[in-house]
T-cell receptor, first 111, second 113 residues
Framework: DAKTTQPNSMESNEEEPVHLPCNHS???????IHWYRQLPSQGPEYVIH???SNVNNRMASLAIAEDRKSSTLILHRATLRDAAVYYC????????????FGQGTRLTINP | DAGITQSPRHKVTETGTPVTLRCHQT?????MYWYRQDPGHGLRLIHY???????DKGEVSDGYSVSRSKTEDFLLTLESATSSQTSVYFC????????????FGPGTRLTVL
């Protein structure tokens, strides 16, 4: 499975934008880029996904590099509830979703 | 929230005893998954199912078996629990019509003494 690399931790302030980077230099043409987050004592929850183009939804935006070797999850205005571990995952676009989680980035939001 | 429940939510057992964890869904989704999460680590896939009676192994399947006799239930069994299987276990589901989102249950904390 293609691997992703993320910083272990990041810190930001409430109501400021947050940019969470992810490197995936061995991504294949059929791999989707997924982001999940895990709040304390909960199961992971889906945030956003993309293939080639930038994507926006109510939770976040995903910016994908032109060569697809990296991506950035953007939280436009962080709140305290966004404090979580964020996972960048590559998923083969066929069949069952056998997600491979790395260690993720632990995001701390300061009030 | 997706209708996924896990039972029990907490369990303490002794080495060598059999343990079965249950995942129940009300979404009629085709795919179901079992993951484990150890402290400081991301989730690792144990087994998954792509339909009734259709299952396959994930990356850490040794010591675990699964069964799916009906769409809504996916059982994870530890035939003879070991201390290395102390972990938090998460069930997840996804729909064949939308491969893009996987929904996770609340987790089961299992302690093997």
């Amino acid at each position: 499975d293609a691997k992703t690399t993320q910083p272990n931790s990041m810190e930001s302030n409430e109501e400021e934008p947050v940019h969470l980077p992810c490197n995936h230099s061995t991504i294949s043409g059929t791999d989707y880029i997924h982001w999940y987050r895990q709040l304390p004592s909960q199961g992971p929850e889906y945030v956003i996904h993309g293939l080639t183009s930038n994507v926006n939804n109510r939770m976040a935006s995903l910016a994908i590099a032109e060569d697809r070797k990296s991506s950035t999850l953007i939280l436009h205005r962080a709140t305290l509830r966004d404090a979580a571990v964020y996972y960048c995952i590559l998923r083969d676009g066929q069949g069952a979703q056998k997600l491979v989680f790395g260690q993720g980035t632990r995001l701390t939001i300061n009030p | 929230d997706a209708g996924i429940t896990q039972s029990p939510r907490h369990k303490v057992t002794e080495t060598g005893t059999p343990v079965t964890l249950r995942c129940h869904q009300t979404e009629n989704h085709r795919y179901m998954y079992w993951y484990r999460q150890d402290p400081g680590h991301g989730l690792r896939l144990i087994h998954y199912s792509y339909g009734v009676k259709d299952t396959d192994k994930g990356e850490v399947s040794d010591g675990y078996s699964v069964s799916r006799s009906k769409t809504e239930d996916f059982l994870l069994t530890l035939e003879s629990a070991t201390s290395s299987q102390t972990s938090v276990y998460f069930c997840a589901i996804s729909d064949q019509r939308d491969y893009n989102e996987q929904f996770f249950g609340p987790g089961t904390r299992l302690t093997v003494l």
